[in-house]
Protein backbone atom coordinates (compact mmCIF):
# COMPACT_ATOMS: atom_id res chain seq x y z
CA UNK A 1 0.00 0.00 0.00
CA UNK A 2 1.37 3.08 -1.12
CA UNK A 3 3.02 5.31 1.76
CA UNK A 4 2.12 2.71 4.38
CA UNK A 5 5.77 2.26 5.95
CA UNK A 6 6.05 5.99 6.38
CA UNK A 7 2.01 5.80 7.87
CA UNK A 8 2.95 2.92 10.58
CA UNK A 9 5.82 5.41 11.87
CA UNK A 10 3.52 8.37 12.61
CA UNK A 11 1.20 6.32 14.17
CA UNK A 12 3.37 4.94 16.62
CA UNK A 13 5.02 8.43 16.52
CA UNK A 14 8.54 7.26 17.50
CA UNK A 15 11.07 6.37 14.61
CA UNK A 16 12.20 2.87 16.05
CA UNK A 17 9.21 1.00 16.05
CA UNK A 18 8.92 -2.78 15.76
CA UNK A 19 7.08 -3.27 12.42
CA UNK A 20 5.04 -6.31 11.08
CA UNK A 21 4.37 -7.22 7.91
CA UNK A 22 2.24 -10.06 8.08
CA UNK A 23 1.91 -12.87 5.02
CA UNK A 24 4.45 -11.64 2.94
CA UNK A 25 4.61 -14.32 0.41
CA UNK A 26 1.13 -12.99 -0.57
CA UNK A 27 2.67 -10.05 -2.23
CA UNK A 28 2.20 -9.52 -6.09
CA UNK A 29 3.15 -7.74 -9.39
CA UNK A 30 0.77 -5.45 -10.49
CA UNK A 31 0.76 -3.15 -13.17
CA UNK A 32 0.75 -0.58 -11.02
CA UNK A 33 4.02 -1.76 -9.63
CA UNK A 34 5.54 -4.59 -7.44
CA UNK A 35 5.73 -4.06 -3.79
CA UNK A 36 8.74 -6.81 -3.54
CA UNK A 37 10.96 -4.14 -5.36
CA UNK A 38 9.74 -1.92 -2.62
CA UNK A 39 10.65 -4.44 -0.29
CA UNK A 40 14.04 -4.47 -1.14
CA UNK A 41 14.87 -1.66 -0.32
CA UNK A 42 12.89 -1.11 3.08
CA UNK A 43 14.43 -4.82 4.43
CA UNK A 44 18.27 -4.18 3.30
CA UNK A 45 19.84 -2.62 6.27
CA UNK A 46 22.60 -1.37 3.81
CA UNK A 47 19.46 0.25 1.35
CA UNK A 48 17.28 2.02 4.34
CA UNK A 49 19.23 4.61 5.61
CA UNK A 50 17.50 6.74 3.00
CA UNK A 51 14.53 5.21 2.34
CA UNK A 52 12.30 7.47 -0.31
CA UNK A 53 8.79 6.86 -0.07
CA UNK A 54 7.53 7.83 -3.67
CA UNK A 55 4.01 8.54 -2.01
CA UNK A 56 5.18 10.75 -0.15
CA UNK A 57 8.04 11.82 -2.14
CA UNK A 58 10.63 12.67 1.37
CA UNK A 59 13.79 10.54 2.40
CA UNK A 60 13.78 8.94 5.55
CA UNK A 61 16.22 6.86 7.32
CA UNK A 62 14.47 3.14 8.43
CA UNK A 63 18.38 2.01 10.07
CA UNK A 64 16.47 2.14 14.05
CA UNK A 65 13.37 0.17 12.26
CA UNK A 66 12.78 -3.47 13.35
CA UNK A 67 10.93 -5.59 10.52
CA UNK A 68 9.36 -8.51 11.88
CA UNK A 69 7.59 -10.79 8.60
CA UNK A 70 5.87 -13.53 8.84
CA UNK A 71 5.17 -16.30 5.93
CA UNK A 72 2.91 -19.58 5.77
CA UNK A 73 5.23 -21.35 3.16
CA UNK A 74 8.78 -19.54 1.99
CA UNK A 75 8.13 -21.13 -1.55
CA UNK A 76 5.92 -18.18 -2.31
CA UNK A 77 8.75 -15.47 -1.44
CA UNK A 78 11.03 -13.66 -4.11
CA UNK A 79 14.25 -15.22 -4.38
CA UNK A 80 15.85 -11.49 -3.31
CA UNK A 81 14.34 -10.86 -0.79
CA UNK A 82 14.06 -14.11 0.92
CA UNK A 83 18.59 -13.58 0.69
CA UNK A 84 17.99 -10.59 2.89
CA UNK A 85 15.50 -11.90 5.40
CA UNK A 86 17.14 -13.98 8.48
CA UNK A 87 14.81 -16.92 8.63
CA UNK A 88 13.61 -18.03 11.80
CA UNK A 89 11.39 -21.29 11.27
CA UNK A 90 8.81 -22.09 13.87
CA UNK A 91 7.32 -25.18 13.60
CA UNK A 92 3.28 -26.32 14.26
CA UNK A 93 1.89 -26.97 17.96
CA UNK A 94 1.86 -30.09 19.68
CA UNK A 95 -1.52 -31.89 20.84
CA UNK A 96 -0.46 -30.76 23.96
CA UNK A 97 0.19 -27.44 23.44
CA UNK A 98 -2.85 -27.24 21.29
CA UNK A 99 -4.77 -28.28 24.31
CA UNK A 100 -3.38 -26.05 26.93
CA UNK A 101 -4.11 -23.24 24.39
CA UNK A 102 -7.59 -24.72 23.85
CA UNK A 103 -8.34 -24.73 27.95
CA UNK A 104 -6.50 -21.69 28.74
CA UNK A 105 -7.38 -19.06 25.50
CA UNK A 106 -9.78 -20.38 23.09
CA UNK A 107 -12.68 -21.97 25.08
CA UNK A 108 -13.22 -18.84 27.31
CA UNK A 109 -13.27 -16.47 24.99
CA UNK A 110 -15.78 -18.55 22.19
CA UNK A 111 -17.73 -19.18 25.50
CA UNK A 112 -17.99 -15.70 26.08
CA UNK A 113 -18.51 -14.68 22.71
CA UNK A 114 -21.50 -16.58 22.09
CA UNK A 115 -23.17 -14.83 25.63
CA UNK A 116 -22.50 -17.94 27.64
CA UNK A 117 -20.82 -18.95 30.63
CA UNK A 118 -18.67 -21.41 32.27
CA UNK A 119 -21.72 -22.91 34.25
CA UNK A 120 -23.66 -23.60 31.09
CA UNK A 121 -21.45 -25.44 28.93
CA UNK A 122 -18.32 -27.56 29.74
CA UNK A 123 -15.40 -29.28 27.02
CA UNK A 124 -13.63 -31.88 29.22
CA UNK A 125 -10.04 -32.19 28.07
CA UNK A 126 -10.77 -35.84 26.20
CA UNK A 127 -13.70 -34.01 24.08
CA UNK A 128 -10.78 -31.32 22.85
CA UNK A 129 -8.46 -34.09 22.11
CA UNK A 130 -11.21 -35.74 20.13
CA UNK A 131 -11.18 -32.45 17.88
CA UNK A 132 -7.91 -32.19 17.26
CA UNK A 133 -7.16 -35.84 16.34
CA UNK A 134 -10.64 -36.07 13.97
CA UNK A 135 -11.79 -32.88 13.31
CA UNK A 136 -8.67 -30.76 12.46
CA UNK A 137 -6.10 -31.32 9.98
CA UNK A 138 -3.54 -28.65 10.80
CA UNK A 139 -0.18 -26.35 12.42
CA UNK A 140 -2.16 -23.55 13.93
CA UNK A 141 -5.32 -23.55 15.99
CA UNK A 142 -7.87 -21.85 13.95
CA UNK A 143 -9.39 -25.02 13.03
CA UNK A 144 -9.86 -26.05 16.18
CA UNK A 145 -11.41 -22.48 17.41
CA UNK A 146 -14.00 -22.87 14.57
CA UNK A 147 -14.88 -26.27 15.88
CA UNK A 148 -15.47 -25.03 19.53
CA UNK A 149 -17.17 -22.01 18.37
CA UNK A 150 -19.65 -24.15 16.39
CA UNK A 151 -20.27 -26.40 19.37
CA UNK A 152 -20.96 -23.57 21.53
CA UNK A 153 -23.56 -22.06 18.66
CA UNK A 154 -25.26 -25.05 19.46
CA UNK A 155 -25.23 -25.42 22.97
CA UNK A 156 -26.40 -21.40 22.92
CA UNK A 157 -29.71 -22.76 20.51
CA UNK A 158 -30.37 -25.70 22.96
CA UNK A 159 -30.67 -23.32 25.83
CA UNK A 160 -32.81 -21.10 24.19
CA UNK A 161 -35.09 -23.29 23.15
CA UNK A 162 -35.18 -24.57 26.48
CA UNK A 163 -34.12 -27.52 25.95
CA UNK A 164 -31.65 -28.01 28.81
CA UNK A 165 -29.70 -25.17 31.36
CA UNK A 166 -26.14 -26.94 31.38
CA UNK A 167 -24.00 -28.85 28.35
CA UNK A 168 -21.36 -31.10 28.85
CA UNK A 169 -19.93 -32.01 25.79
CA UNK A 170 -18.61 -35.87 26.51
CA UNK A 171 -16.50 -37.42 23.44
CA UNK A 172 -19.80 -39.54 22.23
CA UNK A 173 -21.36 -36.31 22.52
CA UNK A 174 -18.74 -34.62 19.89
CA UNK A 175 -20.08 -36.80 16.78
CA UNK A 176 -23.79 -35.59 17.52
CA UNK A 177 -22.64 -31.51 17.07
CA UNK A 178 -19.74 -32.19 14.79
CA UNK A 179 -20.83 -34.40 12.63
CA UNK A 180 -18.58 -37.30 11.41
CA UNK A 181 -14.68 -37.14 11.75
CA UNK A 182 -13.59 -35.31 8.98
CA UNK A 183 -9.79 -36.45 9.42
CA UNK A 184 -9.71 -40.28 8.34
CA UNK A 185 -6.10 -41.45 9.19
CA UNK A 186 -5.86 -45.17 7.53
CA UNK A 187 -1.88 -44.86 6.49
CA UNK A 188 -0.54 -46.68 9.84
CA UNK A 189 0.41 -49.78 9.17
CA UNK A 190 1.04 -51.71 12.76
CA UNK A 191 1.24 -54.94 12.16
CA UNK A 192 3.71 -57.14 10.69
CA UNK A 193 3.70 -57.46 6.95
CA UNK A 194 5.49 -58.05 4.00
CA UNK A 195 5.90 -55.05 1.83
CA UNK A 196 4.09 -52.99 3.55
CA UNK A 197 6.18 -50.07 5.15
CA UNK A 198 4.95 -46.97 7.39
CA UNK A 199 7.19 -44.02 6.07
CA UNK A 200 7.00 -40.12 7.67
CA UNK A 201 6.16 -37.35 5.56
CA UNK A 202 6.20 -33.25 6.62
CA UNK A 203 3.20 -31.08 5.06
CA UNK A 204 2.31 -27.61 6.17
CA UNK A 205 -0.54 -28.64 8.32
CA UNK A 206 2.13 -30.97 10.49
CA UNK A 207 3.56 -35.01 10.03
CA UNK A 208 1.61 -37.51 8.45
CA UNK A 209 2.28 -41.29 7.79
CA UNK A 210 2.56 -42.91 4.52
CA UNK A 211 1.88 -46.21 3.77
CA UNK A 212 4.39 -47.48 1.18
CA UNK A 213 3.43 -50.57 -0.78
CA UNK A 214 5.14 -52.86 -2.91
CA UNK A 215 4.36 -55.93 -5.24
CA UNK A 216 6.10 -57.87 -7.40
CA UNK A 217 5.03 -59.84 -11.00
CA UNK A 218 6.49 -61.95 -13.13
CA UNK A 219 8.82 -59.73 -15.39
CA UNK A 220 11.76 -58.12 -16.88
CA UNK A 221 12.55 -55.85 -14.40
CA UNK A 222 10.34 -52.99 -14.69
CA UNK A 223 9.97 -50.58 -11.76
CA UNK A 224 6.53 -48.41 -11.77
CA UNK A 225 6.16 -45.99 -9.37
CA UNK A 226 2.18 -44.70 -8.36
CA UNK A 227 0.57 -42.43 -6.06
CA UNK A 228 1.49 -39.02 -7.37
CA UNK A 229 5.13 -39.53 -6.68
CA UNK A 230 7.28 -35.93 -7.56
CA UNK A 231 10.83 -35.96 -9.03
CA UNK A 232 13.10 -36.51 -5.39
CA UNK A 233 10.79 -39.47 -4.80
CA UNK A 234 10.85 -40.93 -7.94
CA UNK A 235 14.78 -40.42 -7.64
CA UNK A 236 14.51 -42.16 -4.04
CA UNK A 237 13.08 -44.95 -5.42
CA UNK A 238 15.42 -45.98 -8.19
CA UNK A 239 18.25 -45.56 -5.44
CA UNK A 240 16.63 -47.95 -3.21
CA UNK A 241 16.19 -50.18 -6.38
CA UNK A 242 19.39 -49.68 -7.57
CA UNK A 243 21.51 -50.24 -3.74
CA UNK A 244 19.20 -53.73 -3.59
CA UNK A 245 20.42 -54.89 -6.98
CA UNK A 246 23.92 -54.24 -6.62
CA UNK A 247 24.22 -55.88 -2.53
CA UNK A 248 21.49 -58.64 -3.69
CA UNK A 249 24.86 -61.31 -3.26
CA UNK A 250 25.39 -59.69 0.27
CA UNK A 251 21.60 -60.28 1.18
CA UNK A 252 20.99 -63.52 0.07
CA UNK A 253 19.28 -62.45 -2.70
CA UNK A 254 19.02 -63.84 -6.77
CA UNK A 255 21.27 -61.26 -7.73
CA UNK A 256 19.24 -61.99 -11.13
CA UNK A 257 15.83 -61.36 -9.88
CA UNK A 258 15.38 -58.08 -11.59
CA UNK A 259 15.15 -60.48 -15.15
CA UNK A 260 12.61 -62.38 -13.71
CA UNK A 261 10.49 -59.77 -11.87
CA UNK A 262 8.57 -56.37 -12.17
CA UNK A 263 8.04 -54.32 -9.40
CA UNK A 264 5.50 -52.02 -8.62
CA UNK A 265 5.94 -48.98 -5.75
CA UNK A 266 2.85 -47.33 -4.58
CA UNK A 267 1.86 -44.68 -2.11
CA UNK A 268 -1.63 -44.30 -0.82
CA UNK A 269 -3.73 -41.49 -1.30
CA UNK A 270 -2.95 -41.66 -5.13
CA UNK A 271 -4.45 -38.08 -5.63
CA UNK A 272 -2.33 -36.15 -3.32
CA UNK A 273 0.75 -35.31 -4.72
CA UNK A 274 4.07 -36.49 -2.95
CA UNK A 275 7.76 -35.29 -3.21
CA UNK A 276 10.68 -34.54 -0.37
CA UNK A 277 13.61 -36.29 0.38
CA UNK A 278 13.23 -38.23 3.39
CA UNK A 279 11.43 -41.52 2.10
CA UNK A 280 14.64 -43.34 1.00
CA UNK A 281 15.03 -45.86 3.64
CA UNK A 282 11.09 -46.76 3.91
CA UNK A 283 11.30 -47.33 -0.17
CA UNK A 284 14.40 -49.49 0.45
CA UNK A 285 13.44 -51.41 3.25
CA UNK A 286 9.66 -51.99 1.35
CA UNK A 287 11.67 -53.40 -1.46
CA UNK A 288 13.67 -55.51 0.36
CA UNK A 289 10.66 -57.05 2.39
CA UNK A 290 9.00 -57.79 -0.93
CA UNK A 291 12.01 -58.93 -2.89
CA UNK A 292 13.05 -61.40 -0.04
CA UNK A 293 9.74 -62.17 0.97
CA UNK A 294 10.15 -60.45 4.64
CA UNK A 295 8.00 -60.01 7.22
CA UNK A 296 8.89 -56.71 9.09
CA UNK A 297 8.55 -56.04 12.92
CA UNK A 298 5.18 -54.77 14.17
CA UNK A 299 4.55 -51.00 15.14
CA UNK A 300 8.13 -49.17 13.53
CA UNK A 301 8.40 -46.10 11.19
CA UNK A 302 11.01 -44.74 9.81
CA UNK A 303 12.62 -42.19 7.73
CA UNK A 304 15.26 -40.93 6.04
CA UNK A 305 16.93 -40.22 2.95
CA UNK A 306 19.84 -42.95 1.29
CA UNK A 307 22.66 -42.91 -1.38
CA UNK A 308 23.64 -45.23 -4.16
CA UNK A 309 26.00 -46.47 -1.21
CA UNK A 310 23.82 -47.40 1.58
CA UNK A 311 24.44 -44.18 3.75
CA UNK A 312 21.52 -42.74 5.41
CA UNK A 313 21.18 -38.94 5.31
CA UNK A 314 19.66 -36.36 7.58
CA UNK A 315 15.79 -34.98 6.95
CA UNK A 316 13.87 -32.08 7.83
CA UNK A 317 10.88 -31.81 10.05
CA UNK A 318 11.93 -34.47 13.03
CA UNK A 319 9.57 -33.02 15.42
CA UNK A 320 6.69 -32.96 13.04
CA UNK A 321 7.24 -36.78 12.10
CA UNK A 322 7.60 -37.97 15.40
CA UNK A 323 3.94 -36.21 16.57
CA UNK A 324 2.62 -38.07 13.45
CA UNK A 325 4.15 -41.34 14.65
CA UNK A 326 2.89 -40.97 18.34
CA UNK A 327 -0.34 -40.01 16.89
CA UNK A 328 -0.88 -43.20 14.83
CA UNK A 329 -0.15 -45.58 17.88
CA UNK A 330 3.68 -46.42 16.41
CA UNK A 331 6.04 -47.27 19.10
CA UNK A 332 9.50 -47.49 17.44
CA UNK A 333 11.01 -44.72 15.22
CA UNK A 334 14.16 -45.23 13.04
CA UNK A 335 15.80 -41.60 12.14
CA UNK A 336 19.11 -40.52 10.63
CA UNK A 337 22.06 -40.36 13.24
CA UNK A 338 22.47 -36.96 11.84
CA UNK A 339 19.44 -35.70 13.01
CA UNK A 340 20.70 -36.33 16.69
CA UNK A 341 21.04 -32.48 17.65
CA UNK A 342 17.09 -32.35 16.24
CA UNK A 343 15.82 -34.23 19.24
CA UNK A 344 17.04 -31.10 21.52
CA UNK A 345 13.73 -29.51 20.36
CA UNK A 346 11.40 -32.95 20.95
CA UNK A 347 8.87 -32.41 23.64
CA UNK A 348 9.86 -35.19 26.56
CA UNK A 349 6.53 -36.84 26.50
CA UNK A 350 6.74 -37.86 22.93
CA UNK A 351 10.63 -38.91 23.45
CA UNK A 352 8.82 -41.00 26.33
CA UNK A 353 6.47 -42.62 24.41
CA UNK A 354 8.09 -43.46 21.44
CA UNK A 355 11.37 -45.83 21.31
CA UNK A 356 13.87 -43.59 18.88
CA UNK A 357 16.54 -44.86 17.16
CA UNK A 358 19.23 -43.41 15.31
CA UNK A 359 20.89 -44.89 12.06
CA UNK A 360 23.75 -44.17 9.79
CA UNK A 361 24.00 -47.33 7.13
CA UNK A 362 21.07 -49.32 5.27
CA UNK A 363 22.71 -51.95 7.00
CA UNK A 364 21.94 -50.97 10.50
CA UNK A 365 18.17 -50.51 9.54
CA UNK A 366 18.02 -54.21 7.62
CA UNK A 367 19.15 -55.28 11.51
CA UNK A 368 16.14 -53.28 13.10
CA UNK A 369 13.48 -53.83 11.20
CA UNK A 370 13.33 -57.51 9.83
CA UNK A 371 12.92 -60.27 12.29
CA UNK A 372 15.69 -62.01 13.84
CA UNK A 373 14.90 -65.54 11.61
CA UNK A 374 15.67 -64.83 8.29
CA UNK A 375 18.36 -65.25 6.15
CA UNK A 376 18.54 -61.50 4.75
CA UNK A 377 20.22 -61.34 8.36
CA UNK A 378 22.24 -64.13 8.58
CA UNK A 379 23.61 -64.18 5.29
CA UNK A 380 24.29 -60.37 5.51
CA UNK A 381 28.47 -61.12 5.48
CA UNK A 382 28.20 -63.55 3.45
Known sequence: MPGRIIQAIKQTQTKNPVILLDEIEKMTRHILGDPTAAMLEVLDPDQNENFTDHYVDAPFSLKEVIFVATANALDYVPRPLYDRLEIIPISGYTEEEKLAIAELHI???????????SKQVKIPAESIRKIIQEYTREAGVRSLERAIAKLCRKVATQIVKGNCAYVKLNPQTITNYLGPA???????????????????AWTQTGGETLSI?????????????TGQLGDVMKESAQAAFTYIRSHAAQYGIDPNFQEKLDVHIHISEGAIPKDGPSAGVA????????????KLKPSMAMTGEITLRGRVLAIGGLKEKLLAALRCGIK????PKSNLNDLLEIPDYVKDKLNLISVSSLDEVFDLVFKKDIKVIKNKKS
Do not use: W, Y
Not at 182 to 200: A, C, E, F, H, P
Not at 213 to 225: A, D, F, H, S
Not at 283 to 294: E, G, H, Q
Open 283 to 294: LCVALMSAIANT
Open 213 to 225: EVNLMPGKGQLQL
Open 182 to 200: KVIRDNDVLGSQIGIVTGL
Open 332 to 335: TVIF
Open 107 to 117: IPKTIARHGLN
